[in-house]
T-cell receptor
Framework: EPEVTQTPSHQVTQMGQEVILRCVPI?????FYWYRQILGQKVEFLVS????????KSEIFDDQFSVERPDGSNFTLKIRSTKLEDSAMYFC???????????FGSGTRLTVV | DAKTTQPTSMDCAEGRAANLPCNHS???????VYWYRQIHSQGPQYIIH???NNETNEMASLIITEDRKSSTLILPHATLRDTAVYYC?????????????FGKGTLLTVNP
């Protein structure tokens, strides 16, 4: 069964450093998403991406965040200057079209120290 | 998207059917009901969705009341691996982004 692949599974970074979280969505999917989940809290929407541009973003997705689909296969989330409160599980997801459900990746656990 | 209400937790015996309720009394005509689950710290997993009619797939059945104000997810023969948080989400089909808004969900514990 096709999977959404996320790397790394766990990343530890110093506060103020830049991090790039990587995702390989399912190949024929058209819509791409990033969500995050702070430990013990709800899964929160960050951003949706379609046709090579952001289609919607949440209040969390401020100027420190950016997304890119550089080569037609990878989908990346960059945090320019990490803060302690960015520590969370980050989930990438994709879907094909219509009303079909998402496929989520297994997540990247980001720890900012 | 309409607000959904789910019990905080439920228990089920292994091998028995698990029936997870969801209230969505303010759901509008073009909002689908989606169910996802999250097994501890893993990414959410899509289960099933429906608009008006009952739906069944290899994982579960979805029963939607005629007035669409509530629904029930049925896992016909629950196993220990079905222990997870189950999320019921109402989603507007008119919005092409299909942004999911997760609540706290129902923690289903399947007991041996």
């Amino acid at each position: 069964e096709p999977e959404v692949t996320q790397t790394p599974s766990h990343q530890v970074t110093q506060m103020g450093q830049e991090v790039i979280l990587r995702c390989v969505p399912i190949s024929n999917h058209l819509y791409f998403y990033w969500y995050r989940q702070i430990l013990g809290q709800k899964v929160e929407f960050l951003v949706s991406f379609y046709n090579n541009e952001i289609s919607e973003k949440s209040e969390i997705f401020d100027d420190q965040f950016s997304v890119e689909r550089p080569d037609g296969s990878n989908f990346t989330l960059k945090i320019r200057s990490t803060k302690l409160e960015d520590s969370a599980m980050y989930f990438c997801a994709s879907r094909v079209r219509g009303t079909t459900g998402y496929t989520f990746g297994s997540g990247t656990r980001l720890t900012v120290v | 998207d309409a607000k959904t209400t789910q019990p905080t937790s439920m228990d089920c015996a292994e091998g028995r059917a698990a029936n997870l309720p969801c209230n969505h009394s303010t759901i509008s005509g073009n909002e689908y009901v989606y169910w996802y689950r999250q097994i501890h710290s893993q990414g959410p997993q899509y289960i099933i969705h429906g608009l008006k009619n009952n739906e069944t797939n290899e994982m579960a059945s979805l029963i939607i009341t005629e007035d669409r104000k509530s629904s029930t997810l049925i896992l016909p023969h629950a196993t220990l691996r079905d222990t997870a948080v189950y999320y019921c989400i109402a989603l507007n089909s008119g919005g092409s982004n299909y942004k999911l808004t997760f609540g706290k969900g129902t923690l289903l514990t399947v007991n041996p």
